[in-house]
């Protein structure tokens, strides 16, 4: 098992997060929402990997699942496995849980108000974390996060600590949940759509500087959204995911310059690069099938204009290319299915 470092990640080439063929499902009032169905990805040490999906694709579960965030009796796992640094997330009790969350992973969600106690001032909530999960007085955790506002380019750390969450912009919450994000050098970030809640400059701001940190560090990210264009200016690689299955992986900018999924084109297609001067931008007509009552074959079959009668019989599997390289779950790329 790779072992920590509290002030720099140990070099190691085994994946930091590994999903390996995960299922699972809430049990509903005479149904069953079957969320996660056969997920696999890893995320590399210093990696930054984007899943994108729309509501209902399972990423945010995935996400949250991974630090075990889900209410515990929610939720049945039916398969597969779930390992950060070497760890069974699935079968850790609560009391390694608390020391992978913060310490050897970290989360940022989308609204800081949420995760930021509102009655409590910036620095009280700072100080707290560093020393829950660091041997630091009282004085050294207030000089630690100073410095840590300082590393994310706010000019004045002292006013903000001395603010409330309230007091602050929403660009500038981001800053401190990034800052308190990295404040235990985390191996892995998970950042689900760390910035759907910011206006599009401050949301590139915010991404960028997420972006510089990580890779100063050598921290991994797992970036969730909805949003392709994210994914092409900030992912090394990408997952694509469709009613809790992955059905394209790759190289983002393979997959950006040559999706092989019909899903994957129509996420594409609505970014306003794909369109040219004075034609709307495309979306994909329908809506994600029901979890409880999933559709039999391709699962995206009623919004998928290549449909043929296979789509309907068999489920395609997410299968490789010749090269060896990308990964689709589609029977137009039949080669890859027959493989
Ligand atoms: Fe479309 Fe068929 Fe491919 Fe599904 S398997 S995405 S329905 S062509």
């Known amino acids: 098992m790779p072992t920590h470092s509290a002030s720099i990640p140990a070099p190691s080439l085994a994946p930091v997060l ?39 694709s399972g990423k945010s579960v995935t996400a949250m699942l991974s630090l075990r965030l889900l209410p515990e009796r929610s939720y049945r796992v039916t398969a597969g496995s779930l390992n950060i640094l ?52 009282k004085d050294q955790a207030r000089s630690k996060a100073i410095a840590l506002l300082r590393d994310m380019h706010i000019a004045d750390p002292e006013q903000v600590l001395e603010s409330f969450p309230f007091e602050l912009s929403g660009g500038m919450r981001q800053r401190v949940m990034i800052a308190l994000a990295f404040s235990c050098d985390p191996q892995l970030l998970i950042a689900d759509e760390p910035t759907t809640a910011l206006d599009v400059t401050v949301q590139r701001q915010v991404l960028l500087l997420l972006r510089e940190k990580a890779r100063e560090r050598g921290t991994a990210i797992l970036l969730i ?10 992912c090394d690689r990408v997952y694509v995911m469709y009613t809790g299955a992955v059905v394209e992986q790759g190289d983002t ?65 997410l299968a490789i290319d010749a090269a060896g390289v990308r990964k689709s779950a589609c029977w137009l790329n039949a080669a890859e299915q027959a493989s």
Do not use: W
């Not at 809430?26 to 994108?52: C, D, M, Q, W």
């Open 225 to 234: 959204t909805h949003d392709m264009a994210l994914v092409s200016q900030f």
């Open 18 to 56: 590994t999903i390996d063929d995960l299922s699972i499902e809430f049990p509903a009032y005479r149904s069953t929402v079957k969320a996660l169905n056969g997920v696999s990805l890893h995320v590399n040490p210093g990696e930054i990997v984007g899943v994108i999906g729309e509501s209902g």
């Open 86 to 137: 070497g760890r069974d997330m699935l079968a850790a009790q609560e009391k390694e849980l608390l020391k992978v969350r913060g310490r050897d992973v970290a989360m940022i969600f989308q609204e800081p108000m949420t995760a930021l106690n509102p009655t409590r001032r910036i620095g009280r909530q700072m100080t707290d974390v560093i020393i829950h999960h660091q041997r630091l007085s």
């Open 253 to 317: 900018a393979q997959v950006m310059a040559d999706p092989r999924h019909p899903y994957t084109k129509g996420l594409l297609s609505g970014l306003p690069e794909q369109v040219r001067p004075g034609e709307a931008l495309m979306t994909i007509p329908g809506q994600v099938p029901n979890l409880s009552a999933l559709p039999d074959g391709c699962t995206f079959r009623d919004r998928c204009a290549f449909a043929m009668p296979k789509c309907l019989e068999r489920p395609p599997l």
